[in-house]
């Protein structure tokens, strides 16, 4: 594998964005995979778009989608047209490109079945995975996707659009959208070398705690108390006197059982009930489930994207990734490092000048679950 090439432009016309993106890439070798990000803002472009980047550069396979926001190294765009694209050379018959195309069919085990082969041949495996918001079933597809890989690892990231009537579209070779997609990516054999790391963009607050009563997503008590009384009681007067302040900047954190490094997933708060007691949340919970508390806090968030940088490096030893992928929440980038890119400008800072595109998710995949206020760096090796 060589160095991957790269291009990004922000331009009124889809035309003009893609030309310079290919003019950045340059000539074309062994390259066989490419990977696209576009703003939601080409959203009614993107077949045209995927089938310039084919036909310039001759590679049929790529895989992508559109978002709010997209990034490449060093530089954001938010709200603005833009393109960015990025092509590499994998070993021939390491990778594969897949589709789950509605809830009729059998998921990624059909394909696995197609392929048996080369997935027996092939294991450990790593997949890196576009996904349908949209899909209420995606927590137990992402389990039923990582299962299928065996020991392998899977990261993703969902679609995120501005749009009301988005179809969320994604690519995998040809263009697909959310009436007929819920998840499609790319799936790479051990042949291909990937480091990946997460990095949450929330600290926790308050204690571990427990949940003692809930129903479906509704947390009732917690700790044999009720459930808002332990909430305002970990937040502090500054959020629990006025508990309108609380949207956007605390949420629920649910730790991951036997993880050794204190991982957890962020979830919403939807609502709380003064009344009775009661909190709702963005996932479904039962009782003896652990839950933590969480505050949006830019100081933790730049220093654990530091140090997952830093844990990167090390293992580079020196060594310059051949290019990355960087799927970061929508919760983060400017609305929390701040404009100018701060976000994409750290990775640069610490790693360097190395071919790096991805996007802004509305929610990101790591392993078998689904998370939230993270960001998800891979480097191919």
């Not at 027996?120 to 299928?148: C, T, W, Y």
């Not at 427990?210 to 108390?225: G, Q, Y």
Request: net charge negative; aromatic share 10%.
């Amino acid at each position: 594998m060589s160095q991957f090439k790269y291009g990004h432009a922000n331009a009124l016309h889809w035309k003009e964005a893609a030309v310079s993106c290919s003019k950045q890439i340059g000539k074309i070798n062994n390259e066989n995979l490419g990977f696209l990000y576009i703003t939601d803002h080409f959203e009614e472009e993107i077949n045209q778009i995927t089938y310039y980047f084919q036909e310039q550069t001759g590679i049929e396979n790529w895989v992508g989608t559109i978002a709010i926001g997209i990034c490449a190294t060093g530089q954001e765009y938010f709200n603005v047209p833009a393109v960015v694209a990025m092509v590499g050379e994998f070993p021939e018959g390491s990778f594969k490109v897949f589709t789950r195309v509605n809830e009729e069919d059998d998921g990624l085990e059909k394909f696995v079945l197609e392929h048996q082969s080369w997935f027996d041949s092939k294991i450990p495996l790593f997949g890196l995975v576009h996904a349908n918001p949209r899909n209420s079933e995606l927590p137990d597809m992402i389990l039923q996707l990582s299962e299928n890989l065996g020991d392998g690892f899977l990261v993703g990231g969902l679609t995120s659009s501005h749009k009301e009537q988005s179809q969320h579209p994604q690519i995998a070779n040809d263009v697909f959208v959310d009436d007929d997609l819920d998840v499609s990516g790319v799936i790479f054999s051990s042949a291909v070398t990937v480091s990946t790391r997460l990095t949450q963009g929330c600290s926790i607050i308050g204690k571990r705690h427990e949940i003692t009563e809930a129903d479906r997503n509704i947390i009732v008590r917690i700790d044999n108390l009720p459930a808002l009384q332990v909430f305002k009681e970990d937040i502090g007067a500054e959020f629990s006197d006025d508990l309108h302040k609380v949207a956007g900047q605390i949420f629920t954190a649910l730790p991951i059982q036997g993880s050794d490094t204190g991982d957890y997933m962020v979830r919403n708060i939807i609502a709380l009930d003064p009344e009775h007691q009661l909190m709702a949340i963005g996932d479904f919970v039962n009782a003896g489930m652990p839950i933590l508390f969480a505050k949006r806090d830019v100081r933790s968030a730049k220093e654990d994207l530091v140090k997952i940088l830093n844990s990167l490096k090390h293992d580079l030893r020196g060594k310059k990734p051949k290019g990355g992928v960087y799927i970061s929440c929508l919760g983060r980038g400017e609305s929390l490092f701040g404009k100018d890119s701060q976000e994409m400008k750290l990775i640069q800072e610490v790693l360097g000048n190395f071919p790096l595109v991805g996007f802004f998710a509305n929610g990101e995949i790591s392993h078998q679950r689904l998370y939230g206020y993270t960001g998800i760096l891979t480097l191919f090796l």
